[in-house]
């Protein structure tokens, strides 16, 4: 069983950026596919980006050209770079893992392991 903590949330006013990492448990994580989504009050969860286990990349359409994904499989970690923050950013992020190479997908049903998610809040 993967274990993924996230971190890197907090507060910020819009126009602000963020770091967030998430760290796996295991050596494994280099041979993953792994993605990040996020969930606003009283909304359903959204896929954000996924990065496969040779860099490539795929983003949501409200995200391209602000956000920006990253992964050190020597430390076991993805991050997500998060900037020109908006309002409409506010939300609970997770990060997630899919036991597999290459294949990228915006579904949550293909993702095999969650971590608890670290809040972001913009304020205007």
């Known amino acids: 069983q993967v274990q993924l903590v996230e971190s890197g949330g907090g507060s910020v006013q819009a126009g602000g950026s963020l770091r967030l990492a998430c760290t796996a448990s295991e050596r494994t994580f280099g041979y993953y596919v792994m993605g990040w989504f996020r969930q606003a009050p009283g909304k359903e969860r959204e896929f954000v980006v996924a990065i496969s286990a040779s860099g490539t990349t795929d983003y949501a359409d409200t995200v391209k050209g602000r956000f920006n994904i990253s992964r050190d499989n020597a430390k076991n970690t993805v991050y997500l770079q998060v900037n020109i923050l908006q309002p409409g950013d506010t939300a609970v992020y997770y990060c997630?893992?899919?036991?597999?190479?290459?294949?990228?997908?915006?579904?949550?049903?293909?993702?095999?392991?969650w971590g608890q998610g670290t809040q972001v809040t913009v304020s205007s």
């Open positions: 997630a893992a899919d036991r597999q190479l290459y294949i990228l997908s915006q579904l949550m049903s293909e993702y095999d392991y």
